[in-house]
């Protein structure tokens, strides 16, 4: 057996460990101190390894779970380059996983270890039905996460994101409005003109809605 798949499959059984006792911060020492014995070139090889269990890489099991300072640990070992890179192995980036289950503080940190360029490519990026991370704090009713995932865009940046439409037609206001999460949807047409809001607001999806 190679040592990178050696290392993937010891990296794999710790995060299992990271999420059985979060909060221990051995286990995150453990995970950094391993990635230490990695070359540099072999260090993205081994994080962008998908899990056994999940199919996710071990960057988006830690954002789902809300284990930030993990997703830091994991990010910061790579070159600023490869961290956008290793983000998006996963089509469900985690992002859009921190997001969905509601951990702004994690957004906040993994937004943090990369530029505001790679941001705003991160931000767009699509999942499989079409949705970006807005979409999934919209859906989910989740506007301090939204606040979190804005606020380094300018408003150029943040318009395009509220009219990206996911493959249902649906933009972050349509997933808003339909589960009924009065704040969250406040909280995007705070962000908009009158005239941007009106616009938005008569925007359809497939459906005509």
Aim: glycine share 4%; charged share 20%.
């Amino acid at each position: 057996m190679s040592s990178t798949n050696t290392a993937s499959d010891e990296l794999s059984q710790i995060l299992t460990e990271y999420c059985q006792f979060a909060g221990n911060i051995s286990v995150t020492e453990s995970v950094e101190k391993l990635l230490t014995q990695v070359s540099e070139d072999l260090r993205y090889e081994l994080l962008s390894a998908k899990t056994d269990d999940s199919r996710n890489t071990v960057l988006t099991e830690a954002a789902w779970r809300g284990h930030t300072e993990l997703c830091v640990t994991l990010l910061s070992s790579l070159p600023s380059a490869d961290r956008l890179k290793l983000i998006l192995v996963d089509k469900l980036t985690a992002v859009h996983a921190a997001t969905w289950h509601g951990h702004p503080g994690t957004v906040s940190s993994i937004l943090s270890c990369l530029t505001v360029e790679q941001q705003v490519k991160l931000l767009s990026t699509e999942n499989s039905d079409g949705k970006t991370a807005l979409h999934y704090a919209a859906k989910r009713g989740r506007p301090d996460v939204m606040k979190t995932l804005l606020v380094n865009l300018i408003p150029e940046q943040q318009l395009q994101l509220f009219f990206t439409q996911d493959k249902a037609g649906d933009t972050a206001l349509h997933n808003a409005a339909h589960a009924g999460h009065t704040e969250t949807v406040k909280t995007l047409l705070d962000k908009l003109t009158p005239e941007q809001q009106l616009q938005l607001l008569f925007t359809q999806d497939k459906k005509g809605n």
